[in-house]
């Protein structure tokens, strides 16, 4: 099965990616991994992709879909591959479906802003030893106090309200017009995320007739 799996950042696309990836045996493919790594390979879209981002540019659509192509060619996405984070742009979208890559599915993680900012605003991170936990979902036994080592809690800059707020705004700018170019595809599934995970991966595996 080849899926792709978006939605706002923060509404746990990722965790539920991983989760089909093991239950389906293929793996996960992330466009910020890939770039890397054909740099570090060398292939001919990585040197151009190296070149772009040293001169301080971004990488191009046509780069990145370059990328992926070589990517979804190698012998562990013979059986399916799901993409995470992309395509992010209609653009990036036609791209990728002139360049013959078939999906199967598309599957759109819905939460609302709200609950979004709230989740993310609530996350605390131990710097030293890489721990987290949440203000409201998983508290740590003493405010602000790492239960592991027992150092200071800190909110990350990317978790900031108003830092979600902005990424956010540009997802539903940018990326949420995806969900009408693929739903005229007839490919397009919508999941509503839950409050607890298990309800989520209930849902996600139900939409792509997973048995769980």
């Not at 040197?47 to 046509?62: C, M």
């Not at 990728?96 to 199967?104: H, Q, R, S």
């Not at 200071?152 to 800059?157: C, E, H, Q, V």
């Not at 969900?179 to 309800?199: C, F, P, R, S």
Request: charged share 30%.
């Amino acid at each position: 099965m080849k899926i792709i799996f978006f939605g706002a950042p923060g509404a746990g696309k990722g965790t539920q990616a991983e989760i089909v990836s093991e239950k389906l045996g293929i793996p996960t493919i992330s466009t910020g991994a890939i770039i890397r790594s054909a740099i570090k390979e060398g292939t001919e879209m990585g040197l151009a992709a190296k070149e772009r981002i040293e001169a301080g540019g971004l990488v191009p659509d046509e780069v990145v879909i370059g990328i992926i192509k070589e990517r979804l060619a190698q012998d562990d996405c013979a059986n399916g591959f799901i993409l995470d984070g992309f395509p992010r742009t209609v653009p990036q979208a036609k791209a990728l479906t002139e360049m013959g890559v078939a999906i199967d599915v598309v599957l759109d993680l819905e939460v609302e802003d709200d609950k979004i900012v709230k989740r993310m605003s609530g996350r605390r991170v131990c710097l030293k030893c890489g721990a987290s936990y949440h203000t409201e979902y998983k508290k740590p036994a003493k405010e602000d106090v790492c239960d592991v080592c027992g150092d200071a809690l800190s909110i990350r800059k990317d978790d900031a309200p108003e830092v979600v707020e902005s990424r956010l705004k540009v997802y539903h700018e940018e990326t949420e017009p995806l969900k009408d170019y693929y739903a005229e595809m007839g490919i397009l599934k919508e999941v509503q995320g839950q409050e607890e995970l298990a309800d989520t991966t209930k849902l996600t595996l139900e939409a792509l007739g997973i048995k769980d």
